[in-house]
């Protein structure tokens, strides 16, 4: 049962352009949601977070929305840079005494064009 | 910069050898964590430890999967006996108790032939 989903495996986007990334959830359990970014042979590095308590957080050109009653988060990246060329994971955390305990989605390779 | 350190970065072992990684985690966190990442999926919490006990083991196949941070700082992963479904990228994460940004480390290669 994959509780979060990215439905699309891979997104194309010129540089300068916006990149929106997806991602859905089925447990009403999680309250704290994250996203990583992963280069090829390292490890996922930590980019922005959300608490449930908030529909939107900013840093930068990242901005995470997130649609409770639809169980949905968004990750816009604008402006895309050819750097921002990586796979993108959301993840989610139900609190508690589970605060750190990540259910990850499957990913979605982001590739931006100069 | 602190980082997550792990060791060995790559390594292939024969079908029913043992294999052990070592991740030592930011100084400071007394949350660690280990992570299985099989190729075209998300990472999948194995382990977590709180200082030197286990708090979640529920997804380690106990059955060839150790896990132990005797002191409370850096800790191993072994498997043994290792089997061909057990290649994946092994990674190690840590936090600050009751932060749920972890930060992971490079991640150990796993491929068992």
Known sequence: ?114 | EAEVAQSPRYKITEKSQAVAFWCDPISGHATLYWYRQILGQGPELLVQFQDESVVDDSQLPKDRFSAERLKGVDSTLKIQPAELGDSAMYLCASSKTGDTEAFFGQGTRLTVV
């Not at chain 1, 990246?77 to 050819?82: K, L």
């Open chain 1, 1 to 114: 049962d994959q509780q979060v989903k990215q439905n699309s495996p891979s997104l194309s986007v010129q540089e300068g352009r916006i990149s929106i990334l997806n991602c859905d959830y089925t447990n009403s359990m999680f309250d704290y949601f994250l996203w990583y970014k992963k280069y090829p042979a390292e490890g996922p590095t930590f980019l922005i977070s959300i608490s449930s308590i908030k529909d939107k957080n900013e840093d930068g050109r990242f901005t995470v929305f997130l649609n409770k009653s639809a169980k949905h988060l968004s990750l816009h990246i604008v402006p895309s840079q050819p750097g921002d060329s990586a796979v993108y994971f959301c993840a989610a955390s139900a609190g508690g005494t589970s605060y750190g305990k990540l259910t990850f989605g499957q990913g979605t390779i982001l590739t931006v064009h100069p």
